[in-house]
């Protein structure tokens, strides 16, 4: 069940709370990413490394966050830029932290794609080995559920932010911090 832009939003705003200024940032693509971008205020200053087309048209609009835009192949269905040449650049990275984009989070099994998408996988997969700090800007529906590709297991998961409070019994399971 789809929440609607009111939640992203919300989860966006919280999400900029548990960002670091002054650090080495990646911002995955996904439509929640493009909001948080739009929310970091004018005054942070960041770095921050972004294969979305969308969260760069973003952070082009704040001064003191300095954007490097992956190259390689570009998926216009999701906005992105994929392929090896983005793969390598991501390797030469040791983010303080990402925010990642995702289709469903399962406490078992991890952060997971669905087909078509699963070229974005490689990417996603490398941003998280190149983090200290994983961050899932989730809407709740999308907590409890699991789809084809695998990007992660739920240990490598920091923190999870939702739009609103989320019971005890749907946390059960998750090793991370919930907002």
Do not use: W
């Amino acid at each position: 069940m789809y929440m609607g832009k009111d939640e992203k939003y919300v989860i966006a705003q919280k999400a900029i709370a548990t960002l670091k200024p002054d650090s080495l940032v990646a911002i995955d693509g996904g439509s929640t990413n493009a909001i948080f971008a739009s929310l970091i205020p004018l005054s942070f200053s960041l770095q921050v490394v972004t294969n979305s087309f969308p969260v760069a048209e973003e952070l082009k609009k704040r001064p003191r966050v300095d954007v490097i835009f992956l190259g390689g192949r570009y998926n216009k269905v999701s906005d992105v830029v994929v392929g090896e040449f983005a793969l390598q650049q991501v390797s030469s990275y040791r983010f303080d932290q990402c925010y990642l984009g995702l289709h469903g989070v399962d406490p078992v099994l991890g952060v997971s794609v669905p087909a078509p998408y699963e070229d974005e996988l490689p990417i996603k997969q490398a941003i998280v080995r190149a983090s200290r700090e994983v961050n899932l800007m989730c809407v709740s529906s999308k907590l409890g559920q699991s789809t084809n590709y695998i990007v992660c297991g739920p240990e490598k998961v920091t923190r999870i932010i939702c739009g609103k409070s989320i019971p005890p019994a749907q946390r059960e399971g998750y090793s991370c911090a919930f907002c």
